[in-house]
Structure formats: C-alpha cells, structure tokens
Nanobody, 124 residues
C-alpha cells in the first residue's frame, strides 16, 4: 500500500510562490507516474500537472502552464509542484496522486492512490 503525504500549502498573496511536496512511502515510487490535481469549493477536481515515472516527461493544464513546474526526486520518493505567479483563482485544495504505470495521465480515474490534500489560498 502506497501512502502519499502532501506539505507546503498555505496563504500567499497574488503574484507570490509556493512549493508543494508530496512524500511517498513504498517501493514502487520510481515506477509510478505522479499527478497533481486541485479542487476548489463547489467545483470538480481538476488536473494540474503530471510527471512520468522517470521524470523525463511532464504535462500541464493550460491554466497553469509556464507558471507551475513539477519535478521528482526518486531516491527521496518525493514529487514537487513549484507554483509561481499565483492568482486568486489558484485557490484550492491540492492533491498529489500516483498511478501504477510509468506514463502520465490527466484524469482522476487513472490514478490509484491519493494524498490527503493541502490547502493553497491566494489573496488578491
């Protein structure tokens, strides 16, 4: 059983930056593509970013491309989401997720395990 624990959320002013971390337990991390999703109140969970198992490939939602970057450190079993130029509309609970496959995916149903989420609030 893989467990994911996110950290790094908080309150930031518009234009600021935050870096989220997601630490994974278990021995399958290096074989797992990882994703980031977010959910704002009253809205569905939406895709933010994903990174392949090797870390060579990443994909982003249009709304965050060129502002957010995901990376991973396989020896540390950790994936990161660097968020720059934050906007109030980025306010949401952010989740990391893992899947039992090496390639990225963009829908929640394609992921097998999830973290508990971390709140990101961007003030205007």
């Amino acid at each position: 059983q893989v467990q994911l624990v996110e950290s790094g959320g908080g309150l930031v002013q518009a234009g600021g930056s935050l870096r989220l971390s997601c630490a994974a337990s278990g021995r399958t991390f290096s074989n797992s593509a990882m994703g980031w999703f977010r959910q704002a109140p009253g809205k569905e969970r939406e895709f933010v970013a994903a990174i392949s198992a090797s870390g060579r490939y990443a994909t982003y939602a249009d709304s965050v491309n060129f502002r957010f970057r995901t990376s991973r450190d396989n020896p540390k079993n950790t994936v990161y989401l660097q968020m720059n130029s934050l906007k109030p509309e980025d306010t949401a609970v952010y989740y990391c997720a893992g899947r039992s496959a090496k390639l990225t995916a963009t829908t929640p149903s394609q992921y097998d395990y999830w973290g508990q989420g971390t709140q990101v609030t961007v003030s205007s």
